[in-house]
């Protein structure tokens, strides 16, 4: 009986390595910026228009405008930027990146553009149905909570490594 016990210690042992990535976003892309729309808005090397999801700032002529805008373009201007593009409707009606937005801060975090512009206050939240909850935001993320590959990989990738380590365990039982 107590055999058994082997892969399922394993597996809570492995469990904690895994949590960080389910619990925050992940890094769909990676581009430069090279124009500022306004203060939720910008235009990449790559092509795209890029929207700041869950967040709002004031449009061309509304107070507050250049505000955000000037705070984004000191963020991001000329800068790479890493995409976490929302995996439920990727773009909006206007077919711009709805995306959360992060810039390296330091060799271990990065800084989310969308969360420095709320504690700037040069722009407010505005829930949309997305993958995002900007309520949950940190202003600085650990690389290791954003990883470099789709989250949907995550469940996959655990189970393979489960199956590998209970086939390597069963085989040395059997010798
Ligand atoms: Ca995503
Ligand atoms: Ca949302």
Redesign the pocket.
């Known amino acids: 009986m107590k055999i058994k016990v082997f892969p399922f210690l394993f597996l809570i042992v492995l469990m904690p390595c895994f949590v960080p990535f389910v619990l925050a ?2 890094i ?1 892309a990676t581009t430069v910026v090279d124009w500022v729309i306004d203060g939720d808005t910008f235009d990449t090397t790559s092509g795209d228009r890029v929207r700041l999801a869950d967040i709002d700032a004031p449009e061309y002529g509304e107070p507050g405008y250049y505000d955000a805008k000037n705070f984004l373009i000191s963020l991001v201007y000329g800068k790479t930027v890493h995409l ?4 439920v409707y990727e773009t909006d009606k206007y077919g711009r990146l709805v995306c959360v937005v992060y810039v390296k801060s330091s060799s271990t975090h990065y800084k989310n553009i969308n969360k420095a512009l709320l504690v700037e206050g040069v722009a407010v939240i505005k829930n949309y149905h997305n ?1 995002f909850d900007p309520y949950t935001w940190n202003l600085y993320v650990h690389k290791d909570e954003i990883p470099e590959f ?2 949907f990989l995550i469940l996959p990738l655990f189970m393979t490594t489960t199956l590998l380590a209970l086939i390597v365990y069963r085989r040395k039982q059997i010798r």
Not at 84 to 87: K, L, N, R, V
């Open positions: 976003g992940e769909d976490d593009i929302d995996d993958e789709p989250s």
